[in-house]
């Protein structure tokens, strides 16, 4: 036997035990040699641990079980043929919505959303995740109650949900999401402005966007952040207003354009951007001034 296997198997073999204090020790173990070896991680894999991490994750009590169980997923994830593996588990959703909403620990919520991410890192496992039952939702969840660094990891999970045309729809329209997102705008929190816009500049490239924005004060927080938010906050203001327009025909073109001081607004970026937000505002400027 590979000397890798022979090192994991007793680690792995302890995850499958009645023992509260032999589950704790092999899943501690397997997630320090995870983190820092490839190799270790494909033995981790071979030899069935993934599905018996799954089931801690959902079944233990245990809060430091359960969060090291998680990180453990997370450290295996990094390896590419893994996030197959996991994605692929029955159920797998159901305990990563679990873990996001009711984790025993900040820690285990914040690595679920980590773990999220990381398997969308494989474009076609995004269709998969954004249309989870509950994944969305109890992303939000983590966004609203989460520490920093939660929301932080939601957005980025959010993110890559937004990335692939087929999820947008559903994501838009997630109840409170939005609302969520303007609150986080409006609120210019340290490090969560440009996530929040660059979920946005993706979420608003459908039609469904103006319907769901009707009502809500997006847009105009939005062309506010153009004007004064950071460089990149300015790219992704931009970014979001284009897709938003182009995605959203006359009746999104007429929004925006009936913002104060829009056109202006995007002749500064052009002037003082950098070359993406140049090409976002000369794009905008291109659909609001012929329209």
Do not use: W
């Not at 035990?17 to 397997?30: N, P």
């Not at 090291?68 to 994605?87: C, G, H, M, R």
């Not at 474009?123 to 969840?141: F, K, S, Y």
């Not at 007429?254 to 937000?277: A, F, H, I, P």
């Amino acid at each position: 036997m590979d000397l890798k296997l022979r090192l994991v198997l007793p680690l792995v073999s302890k995850l499958a035990s009645t023992s509260t204090d032999l589950q704790r020790e092999g899943v501690r173990e397997l997630r320090l040699l995870a983190k820092f070896d490839p190799e270790n991680r494909t033995a981790i894999a071979k030899v069935g641990a993934i599905p018996l991490l799954l089931k801690l994750v959902s079944s233990t009590p245990d809060p430091k079980i359960q969060e090291n169980s998680i990180t453990t997923l997370l450290n295996l994830s990094i390896s590419e043929p893994n996030k197959t593996v996991i994605i692929n588990e029955p159920a797998v959703m159901d305990v990563l919505v679990h873990s996001l909403m009711a984790g025993h620990t900040m820690e285990t919520r914040e690595n679920s959303a980590a773990l999220v991410t990381s398997l969308m890192t494989v474009e076609e496992h995004r269709p998969l995740v954004g249309q989870g039952d509950g994944v969305i939702e109890a992303l939000l969840d983590l966004l609203l109650n989460g520490s920093a660094r939660g929301k932080k990891d939601a957005l980025k999970a959010l993110f890559c949900i937004a990335t692939c045309a087929e999820n947008r729809s559903l994501l838009i329209r997630t109840s409170g999401l939005m609302d969520m997102l303007t609150s986080l705008l409006m609120q210019r929190l340290s490090g969560l402005v440009e996530d929040s816009l660059a979920v946005l500049s993706q979420a608003l490239a459908c039609p469904e966007s103006v319907e769901v924005v009707s009502g809500i004060p997006t847009i105009s927080v939005i062309m506010d952040l153009l004007d004064t938010g950071t460089s990149r906050a300015r790219e992704n203001a931009a970014a979001a207003l284009l897709n938003f327009c182009m995605c959203g025909g006359p009746q999104a073109v007429e929004q925006v354009m009936n913002m104060k001081s829009c056109v202006s607004s995007l002749y500064s970026l052009l002037e003082t951007g950098s070359s993406r937000g140049k090409g976002k505002a000369s794009a905008l400027l291109q659909i609001l001034l012929v329209s």
